[in-house]
């Protein structure tokens, strides 16, 4: 199987509070690459991040930060002191090589209450 | 640079009908993808284009069909709607069909097939 599993449908924390969202790959690959994308409600997918397989270190920028684990399979983001402006759907996804196309999960619904 | 757009923006068919829907790339990008996202669901993966070719197809009927054009621009069009055909379509483009380039998504375009 080559699924992308985000068991969080919905989350909902007040502003300020730091928030994790889950993601879970399945693959048979040594290579693969792995994303999270931010969809807004204006509709469009922002790319926030790509990872490769073979690069463990977990990455921050700004107020998010990635925490990538092959042992347990996960890629792992969180929003440090949110602001209501994350609020969106976030899709982790992963490269499915033979026809250059993204799986995405089916996505988290973050809401930040003032 | 101009970012991928999209047209129209929202479009009511009834069951049976054909509509194209139309895809502006990102300036430079010479390869486009097609995603089909249901409601409260992740984008799916339904074709994609390099150089005006398919490069690659999901699970989606032939029913759905696309053309790239010279100037890179691209067209999704779907034959005999079905109410399932409901959903917002999503256009990437990318600037290769590389495994390592980042895809940049279009609003998309809201389909209702009643």
């Known amino acids: 199987a080559q699924k992308v599993t985000q068991a969080q449908t919905e989350i909902s924390v007040v502003e300020k509070e730091d928030v994790t969202l889950d993601c879970v790959y399945e693959t048979r690959d040594t290579t693969y690459y792995l994303f999270w994308y931010k969809q807004p409600p204006s509709g469009e997918l922002v790319f926030l991040i790509r990872r490769n397989s073979f690069d463990e270190q977990n990455e921050i920028s700004g107020r998010y930060s990635w925490n990538f684990q092959k042992s347990t399979s996960s890629f792992n983001f969180t929003i440090t002191a949110s602001q209501v402006v994350d609020s969106a759907v976030y899709f982790c996804?992963?490269?499915?090589?033979?026809?250059?196309?993204?799986?995405f999960g089916s996505g988290t619904r973050l809401s930040i209450r003032p | 640079e101009t970012g991928v757009t999209q047209s129209p923006t929202h479009l009511i068919k009834t069951r049976g009908q054909q509509v194209t829907l139309r895809c502006s790339s990102q300036s430079g990008h010479n390869t486009v993808s097609w995603y089909q996202q249901a409601l409260g669901q992740g984008p799916q993966f339904i074709f994609q284009?390099?150089?005006?070719?398919?490069?690659g197809r999901g699970n989606f009927p032939p029913r759905f069909s696309g053309l790239q054009f010279p100037n890179y621009s691209s067209e999704l069009n779907v034959n005999a709607l079905e109410l399932d055909d409901s959903a917002l379509y999503l256009c990437?483009?990318?600037?290769?069909?590389?495994?390592?380039?980042?895809?940049?998504f279009g609003p998309g375009t809201r389909l209702t097939v009643l």
């Open positions: 284009y390099y150089r005006e070719e398919e490069n």
């Open positions: 990437a483009s990318s600037l290769y069909r590389e495994i390592t380039d980042t895809q940049y």
């Open positions: 996804g992963r490269w499915y090589s033979s026809a250059s196309k993204i799986i």
